[in-house]
């Protein structure tokens, strides 16, 4: 009779476990789904006049940091974008020496006019050296430098020798050519001058799952979906996508309690039904 009893909860523990395994195992983990455009890497789309392409969107693997931790993967994209107007600055510093016109000029600013002057710098020993006329190096005689004819071994003022230099003279607001751009004196300074322009520039938007990121002043989220090189990117507006996303996740989160909850009637059923088995078999005393 106690076994009998024990083989009835054993059945009935048993039908509960495999019960509850069968809605697992048929159960589907909803999908979050957020009104958007969803985009490939290398597809391109357009805010507000302004062009974005995806050049990243992937499922990474992570090691958890090396320390112990748990690694996992997680959504990760980059969007690219070129600005037309990025401006750009560069600083020269007094009394330094800067390419201009092909050639060398040193810096010399002027902080009580808010100007500066471009003097042209000459490489003696290029000229020298080209000059078969004279000889490589020159010659310092109580304080000054000269040049040596080889022909007779005369000597000239270096200062004499060379042309004479270019100097040009700039102001705050004058346009100047520097490294191939056409710039503007943004100020003047006794120790540096700032030069501006504009130009294109490459930048990019680095995406993370339910991030926001702000493109062309109209801020976005990126949800991700997919795995492996089928990863594509939602881009959706905050306003009105990002309530329906919450909504999307708090119903992934309650499906997940509910199939833990069955994990955990499976796992009981499994040992109280084991423990049933165990206590029937033991001897009866007596």
Request: hydrophobic share 35%.
């Amino acid at each position: 009779m106690q076994r009998r009893v024990a083989a009835i909860y054993f059945v009935f523990f048993l039908v509960m476990g495999a019960s509850a395994y069968s809605v697992i195992a048929l159960a589907e983990s909803p999908t979050v789904e957020v009104p958007g455009d969803t985009y490939s890497q290398g597809d391109s789309f357009t805010v507000n006049n302004q062009e974005f392409t995806v050049t990243e969107a992937a499922l990474e693997e992570s090691d958890g940091g090396g320390h112990g931790g748990g690694g996992g993967a997680s959504y990760a994209g980059t969007l690219t974008y070129t600005n037309t107007s990025f401006r750009y600055t560069a600083t020269l510093e007094n009394n330094s020496t800067v390419p201009y016109q092909n050639d060398t000029y040193r810096v010399l600013t002027n902080n009580e006019s808010d100007s500066f002057t471009l003097h042209q710098e000459f490489n003696v020993s290029a000229i020298l050296a080209d000059d078969p006329a004279v000889f490589n190096t020159t010659t310092t005689i109580e304080g000054e430098q000269y040049v040596t004819y080889r022909e007779n071994n005369t000597n000239r003022l270096l200062s004499e020798y060379l042309p004479e230099p270019d100097s040009q003279e700039f102001s705050t607001g004058d346009s100047l050519q520097y490294q191939g751009n056409e710039t503007t004196v943004a100020s003047v300074s006794a120790s540096e001058v700032t030069l501006e322009w504009t130009g294109d520039k490459t930048l990019t938007h680095d995406l993370a799952e339910g991030s926001n990121v702000t493109l062309a002043g109209t801020q976005y989220f990126a949800h991700f979906s997919g795995h492996d090189d089928s990863v594509q990117v939602t881009i959706a507006e905050s306003q009105e996508a990002y309530p329906v996303y919450n909504n999307e996740l708090a119903r992934q989160d309650y499906f997940h309690e509910r199939m833990n909850g069955l994990w955990g009637i499976v796992i009981l059923a499994g040992v109280v039904a084991a423990l049933i088995v165990a206590l029937a078999m033991m001897p009866i005393k007596g």
